[in-house]
C-alpha cells in the first residue's frame, strides 16, 4: 500500500532538483533564485524548497541580507582554496585506498570509467559527464580509503562547490579524455597497492582540473 509522501521526502526531492539544476548550468553563478518560482516549477509548495535552499547554504547558495539567495560565486581565490582542500584530501584519499580498497575495487572502477570512455566516444561529447554521488568516481575512491572523515567533508563540505567548478572547464577541448587518463592512471596505481604513485597521479589530476578552472574564469563573458 503507498504511503503519503511526507514534508521531508518532498524537502529531500526539492534538494536534488535543484542541485541538479544548478550543477548542470540552469542557473548561472551569482543568479538569484526565487522560492515561489522554483516551487511553481517543481508543483509543491515553499515549504520544502525553503528547506532545500537552506541546506545548500555555504555549498551551493549564499543568503545575502535583503537581497535572497543566489547560486554561490566564485573568485580567483575562493577557487583554488577550494582546489587546494581537494587536492590535499583526495591525495590522501588515493594514498589510503591503495592501502585498503577491496581486492575487487579496481575491477569495478575500472568498468565504471570503461563506461565514460564509451559516452566520450559514442557522443562525440566534449565534456566528462557529471554522474550521481553513487557513481562519482572521486567518491568511489573516498569510501576505498576507509576514512569516513574525508569521504564526509567531500561529500557534505566540497563535492557540491566543485560541481560548479568542473561544469565549464570540463567543457574545454581535450579535458574530458586528458581526465579520463588520469582516472585510469589513478587506478591502475590503486590496483598496483603503490600508495606513493596513487597520490602523485591524483593530485597531478587535481592540479590539472584547478588550472582548467581558474583559466575558465579569467575568460571574458561572451
Not at 50 to 78: M, N
Not at 89 to 102: D, K, Q, T, Y
Amino acid at each position: 500500500m503507498l504511503e503519503p509522501i511526507k514534508l521531508r521526502s518532498l524537502s529531500n526531492e526539492a534538494l536534488d532538483r535543484v542541485v541538479l539544476a544548478i550543477t548542470s548550468g540552469e542557473f548561472e553563478p551569482g543568479e538569484k533564485l526565487s522560492e515561489s518560482k522554483l516551487a511553481r516549477q517543481l508543483g509543491i509548495s515553499r515549504g520544502p524548497v525553503r528547506e532545500a535552499l537552506h541546506q545548500l547554504e555555504g555549498k551551493l547558495v549564499q543568503r545575502e541580507p535583503r537581497l535572497g539567495v543566489r547560486v554561490i560565486q566564485f573568485d580567483h581565490d575562493s577557487l583554488q582554496q577550494l582546489f587546494y582542500l581537494r587536492e590535499a584530501l583526495e591525495g590522501m584519499a588515493a594514498r589510503l585506498a591503495a592501502e585498503r580498497a577491496p581486492d575487487d575495487w579496481a575491477d569495478r572502477a575500472e568498468s565504471m570509467l570503461r563506461g565514460d570512455e564509451a559516452n566520450i566516444r559514442d557522443t562525440g561529447s566534449r565534456a566528462y559527464r557529471q554522474r550521481s554521488v553513487d557513481e562519482d568516481f572521486h567518491l568511489f575512491i573516498a569510501r576505498a580509503s576507509g576514512c569516513a572523515n574525508i569521504e564526509r567533508i567531500l561529500l557534505n563540505e566540497v563535492n557540491y562547490q566543485l560541481r560548479i567548478a568542473r561544469l565549464k572547464s570540463s567543457m574545454r577541448p581535450g579535458r574530458a579524455e586528458e581526465a579520463l587518463r588520469q582516472h585510469f592512471a589513478i587506478v591502475d596505481a590503486i590496483r598496483a597497492r603503490d600508495p606513493d604513485k596513487a597520490e602523485a597521479a591524483m593530485r597531478i589530476h587535481i592540479s590539472s582540473a584547478r588550472d582548467g578552472s581558474v583559466a575558465v574564469l579569467s575568460e571574458p563573458m561572451a
